[in-house]
């Protein structure tokens, strides 16, 4: 079975940093590209950024580039996100989803239940 | 940036009903179109890939299709657990990006 459980989120004041995790069990974790997507309270789904299987390749949202860094850890089965330069609009529960394959680009499939995470002075 | 439009924002739904959800694209996207379910409080799942394609798991009730730039969701035969959230999601072109979002509800 599946399994992507995140951590590391918390309230921070803005201008701070944060490291987010995602454990992932139930599967080869370097065959597939993982994502982050938040969703800001009351809000809709705002995809963050994307890394494929062996971290060749990322993307990011504008809203995250410059201030985020996405890696992976595979022999840790690990997914993170360095968030730094928290503002309060990123105020979200984070969460994790695994690709359909290693490629950068592709559906998402099994979602981790989320972190929240909130920035406030 | 590819603009995902869903339409309606929110509907009312009896049990039984048969539900249709559109989702247009600001240009075309192949068939590289997803849809997500999500409940109050809970994580997004995902239902549908590949415009038409289900995912493990998930009730044959739920339908998808189209194509270009103009998709569906049906849902035939609602039942009480599918009053939900639903999204739509390309992933044709970085940056991903999501519909607003259908909340379905109990009429």
């Known amino acids: 079975e599946v399994q992507l459980l995140e951590s590391g989120g918390g309230l921070v004041q803005p201008g701070g940093s944060l490291r987010l995790s995602c454990a992932a069990s139930?599967?080869?974790?370097?065959?597939?590209?993982m994502t982050w997507v938040r969703q800001a309270p009351g809000k809709g789904l705002e995809w963050v950024s994307t890394?494929?299987?062996?971290?060749?390749?990322?993307s990011y949202a504008d809203s995250a580039k410059g201030r985020f860094t996405i890696s992976r850890d595979n022999f840790m089965n690990t997914l993170y996100l360095q968030m730094s330069g928290l503002r309060v609009e990123d105020t979200a529960v984070y969460y994790c989803?695994?690709?359909?394959?290693?490629?950068?680009?592709?559906?998402?499939?099994?979602w981790g239940q989320g972190t929240r995470v909130t920035v406030s002075p | 940036d590819i603009q995902m439009t869903q339409s309606p924002s929110s509907l009312s739904a009896s049990v039984g009903d048969r539900v249709t959800i559109t989702c247009r694209a600001s240009?075309?996207?192949?068939?590289?179109l997803a849809w997500f379910q999500q409940k109050p409080g809970k994580a997004p799942k995902s239902l549908i890939y590949?415009?038409?394609s289900l995912q493990s798991g998930v009730p044959s009730r739920f339908s998808g299709s189209g194509s270009g730039t103009d998709f569906t969701l049906t849902i035939s035969g609602l039942q009480a657990e599918d009053f939900a959230t639903y999204y739509c999601?390309?992933?044709?072109?970085?940056?991903?990006?999501f519909g607003g979002g259908t909340k379905v509800e109990i009429k």
């Open positions: 240009q075309g996207i192949n068939n590289f």
């Open positions: 989803a695994r690709g359909t394959y290693s490629g950068i680009l592709s559906a998402l499939d099994d």
């Open positions: 999601q390309q992933y044709h072109t970085f940056p991903l990006t």
């Open positions: 139930g599967f080869t974790f370097s065959y597939y590209a």
């Open positions: 590949a415009v038409s």
């Open positions: 890394i494929s299987g062996h971290a060749e390749s990322t």
